[in-house]
């Protein structure tokens, strides 16, 4: 079945980095561009990034641009969010999601602290 | 960016109708037909529960339905369950970007 399963998320601190991953598979990954999704603690979904099925093209969110950078492998069906320069804004809880004319298929999500 | 518009909550009883309305502007909402629904139980993952304005996918129950009208749209769920209790939100295609609405909690009574 189709799934998404995202890793990497924990307590960092301020200033810090971190990078996770999202591992998909019961779908043809390189066909479908991929998102990131995060929400924090109480809040609503915001929307962070997208990246083309190719890879070709991504674009962030305001709140994220030039500290995030997505990727992925295609060769590995893997999707990547690597956060730089940690905010305590940032603490969520971030879901990789499938495109499909907007997310369709989400992962549980992995939860990122900012915290010293 | 800005954020979608939605009511805060709206409520009905069992067997009722409630619409959640969504607004944005003619850049995403009104500029496209690709808005999403999404419910969301409790430290659970969004579901998508309609795509496309007014598709539903595979297994969500025909319910759910969504219109939209300009720049504003709209999900109603018909005939309101014990287990439609949940907070919803839109989403819309937006260009280079993905925009959502802040969310609207389901209550039944």
């Known amino acids: 079945q189709v799934q998404l399963v995202e890793s990497g998320g924990g307590v960092v601190q301020p200033g810090r980095s971190l990078r996770l991953s999202c591992a998909a598979s019961?779908?043809?990954?390189?066909?479908?561009?991929m998102h990131w999704v995060r929400q924090a603690p109480g809040k609503g979904l915001e929307w962070v990034a997208v990246i083309w099925y190719d890879g070709s093209n991504k674009y962030y969110a305001d709140s994220v641009k030039g500290r995030f950078t997505i990727s992925r492998d295609n060769s590995k069906n893997r999707l990547y969010l690597q956060m730089n320069s940690l905010r305590a804004e940032d603490t969520a809880v971030y879901y990789c999601?499938?495109?499909?004319?907007?997310?369709?298929?989400w992962g549980q999500g992995t939860l990122v602290t900012v915290s010293s | 960016q800005s954020t979608l518009t939605q009511p805060r909550s709206v409520s009905g009883s069992p067997g009722q109708s409630v619409t959640i309305s969504c607004t944005g502007t003619s850049s995403d909402v009104g500029g496209y037909n690709y808005v999403s629904w999404f419910q969301q139980h409790p430290g659970k993952a969004p579901k998508s529960m309609i795509y496309d304005v007014t598709k539903r996918p595979s297994g969500v129950p025909d319910r759910f339905s969504g219109s939209k009208s300009g720049n504003t749209a709209s999900l109603t769920i018909s005939g309101l369950q014990a287990e439609d209790e949940a907070d919803y939100y839109c989403?819309?295609?937006?260009?280079?970007?993905?925009?959502f609405g802040g969310g609207t909690k389901v209550t039944v009574l």
């Open positions: 989403c819309s295609y937006a260009g280079s970007y993905t925009v």
């Open positions: 019961g779908f043809t990954f390189n066909i479908y561009g």
């Open positions: 999601a499938r495109d499909s004319s907007n997310p369709d298929i």
